[in-house]
């Protein structure tokens, strides 16, 4: 591949995927004597930590995506390219993609995580996953169509599956769908459909745990299992799902619900191209790295974030799977390449957690930071300033934050467009086909 | 159908199509004694004058679109389904739908126009029309895709058709289109891709009359033209388009253009269900009026706007397809249904016609109002403000200002996303398929 920076040549840093972490790398190689190519499927880096406000019609999609180019315009040893690479090839260092094979000095694997169905192909075939924005732009047409059609089902036994949304998965992405569910129940389902009552409509929220927001303080998790009461959205804890076809839950404990919607969020797994050796992958189909971020056994692939887990005797698992740790790491990596090109010793990875947040609805939100730990009104203040903030572009941020501010003040914000109407498969085959209308 | 006016037996007016027309007439029934049913495709009205600014990256979708729920929300004897008619059964006062049988005691065809090809199936089949937010935001795709293409290609002839964008139709829809991407040309190409050059991308406008904005003063047709060419869009005139196979475009004058981009804006037809008779249909398949916006030859079945042609000595052909027209005649018919009811006198329609305009490009504009035609720099804040007040809804409103006046700064506003990949067609089948993916 030819880049507007080939001739200087450069030793040249490929980076797949524009997350959290890609980005952060990019930008800290900005005028160091690297060329930086940037390969991502997509054309934007998407905050996916508001994915679920798209999805529930409360922002629209573009306050909540940027494009690389727009992004990395002034950084001059920067070269982005749409591509889906398939093969790392380490022993000739270069990557087979589908715009042909590109090689690297070193290669940054950054592709982060892809839902997890643990290997339930019904649940992949009928529910619907949130990771990025057209599937988000597609949860938000399927809620709306499904209300439309349970206008034309005059049985309430008819229509009753089409009211009632199944949240799985008690992690911060759950607890925020189903609380942002519950407010439209709440506050717009009767106004917008004067044939429907509040009561009509029914939101579950499923957990395997004990308990919700399992990797939050105890008082977070009680806090926001009341603050959904409050929203009355149904929890259900200690409840393994067994199946879905479509039209009907069922649960380990025999419990069954009708529903034309099941929204997962209760799983993740990395995902990166072929060419990793398997002994390096570890549990949630991690790649391993050392402390420097760079895939044991390699000498120049280096992966970070939710792809990655740096497993230690304090963390055998590795860190969480969090945007931080994708940053934080980007950040040290980018000083690293440049320490090794320049012979310089390097630094380890230090996580510094600045904490954990969710927000479950109308000022109400629960915040962990160290050991201090408050929930409500406050926190849901903090919530949206560090989002608010942490918003890509100046567009973007001025655009939510008028959102949020009207959404606020009349109840009534919302984008409730079916631009692209979402179909279900009906056959397994159309799974791999486009989804979205 | 039951709606929850039903019980009341109030004369039910079905309205069949939400744009300026439909929405006016459901207005101007509000809290009157009639049972008022709008039936769409869509779940939203969309304000159609500013649909190339979603197509080139200046707005966002949800700005010019408005949920018809949330539109009418306060409107007591309104109800909403989206539903496709299928057939008129003038006989039984009853529309046959996807949604099942609807009756009315008035119908209303607001159904507007569609993209007119003129029988040329090849056109049909490779250009992009843009008549709706999905068709505009998969131009947007488009455009974004095919210069993301041509940076693979190295060879310039082969590079050439990806960078080549010819619009086709000098009318307001066509100029304001071709003069857009024109501005990304000029101000955004070099900046986000810095392999290429402005003079690597082509822009062509390509008209079949003599001058474009033919309906326009030729003040306004001359100086249209004269931006045009500043901007460096390659206007061409008294040329016929022959053909398009995908990738080149021919003329009657032997001309021919290399290109993986046409977008089609020369025509439009009226669009309706089954069972209008034959005979009242005009040309431009629209159907033929009274002066009271009735069907020739029916008795409770109106229709309006672009569907509409009001034949008179006058106006041989009807008035022209704008929406002050269909937003007049709305507003007339919807006081004439209740005179009808009460047994009163009707009105006969006369059209106010309040001026046209097109934006060509920054500080650029045309307007003509009546007798008085000026062109330039207040002509462009002119269309801004009447534009801008045009929206549906507040948050529409503020955002659209936001994102003109960073775009007007900055020269770099611009939802360049591609969120849904614009897939053309392989074989003439996939037509009534998805395109967009």
């Not at 950054?110 to 599937?135: I, L, Q, S």
Request: proline residues 4%.
């Amino acid at each position: 591949m030819k880049t507007q920076y080939t001739d200087n040549r450069y030793p040249r840093v490929v980076i797949i995927g524009g997350g959290f972490g890609g980005i952060e790398i990019a930008k800290g190689l900005k005028n160091k004597e690297v060329e930086v190519v940037l390969l991502d499927r997509n054309n934007h880096h998407t905050f996916q930590p508001l994915l679920y406000q798209v999805a529930t019609g409360t922002l629209d999609a573009p306050s909540i995506a940027f494009p690389f180019r727009k992004m990395f315009r002034k950084q001059e040893n920067f070269t982005f390219r749409i591509a889906d690479v398939q093969r790392i090839d380490e022993a000739n260092k270069v990557l087979d993609t589908d715009i042909g094979t590109i090689p690297y000095d070193y290669l940054v694997i950054a592709t982060g995580a892809t839902t997890n169905f643990f290997g339930n192909k019904d649940m992949e075939y009928y529910a619907m996953p949130m990771k990025n924005v057209k599937e988000a732009v597609g949860i938000r047409s399927y809620l709306l169509q499904n209300i439309e059609e349970s206008l034309l089902k005059t049985d309430p036994a008819e229509r009753a599956p089409y009211l009632n949304f199944v949240v799985v998965g008690g992690g911060p992405t759950g607890v925020e769908l189903s609380g942002a569910i519950a407010e439209i129940r709440n506050h717009i389902l009767a106004k917008d459909y004067p044939e429907l009552k509040k009561e009509d409509m029914n939101v579950y929220l499923v957990e395997g745990l004990p308990k919700i927001l399992a990797n939050l303080s105890p008082q977070a998790s009680e806090k926001a299992e009341l603050y959904l009461n409050e929203l009355g959205v149904k929890v259900m804890l200690n409840v393994q799902v067994t199946g879905y076809d479509g039209e009907e839950i069922t649960f380990a404990d025999g419990k069954r619900i009708k529903t034309k919607t099941v929204l997962w969020s209760a799983g993740v797994a990395g995902q990166f191209p072929e060419g990793i050796s398997k002994g390096t992958i570890e549990r949630g189909n991690r790649i391993r790295i050392d402390e420097e971020c760079r895939v044991v056994g390699t000498k120049d692939i280096f992966a970070i974030g939710d792809v990655a887990a740096m497993v230690t005797d304090d963390l055998p698992r590795g860190h969480p799977g969090v945007a931080p740790v994708a940053q934080q790491q980007g950040r040290l990596l980018a000083k690293n390449i440049i320490r090794i090109i320049n012979g310089q010793p390097t630094e380890q990875f230090k996580y510094f957690d600045k904490g954990s947040m969710a927000t479950i609805g109308r000022n109400k939100a629960v915040v962990d930071i160290g050991k201090i730990r408050f929930q409500g009104f406050f926190a849901w203040w903090v919530w949206m300033f560090v989002h608010l903030m942490s918003l890509v572009g100046f567009r973007n941020r001025v655009v939510t934050f008028i959102n949020w501010t009207i959404s606020y003040l009349t109840f009534n914000a919302g984008i409730r467009l079916i631009i692209h109407k979402y179909r279900r498969p009906n056959r397994i085959e159309e799974l791999d086909d486009m989804k979205i209308n």
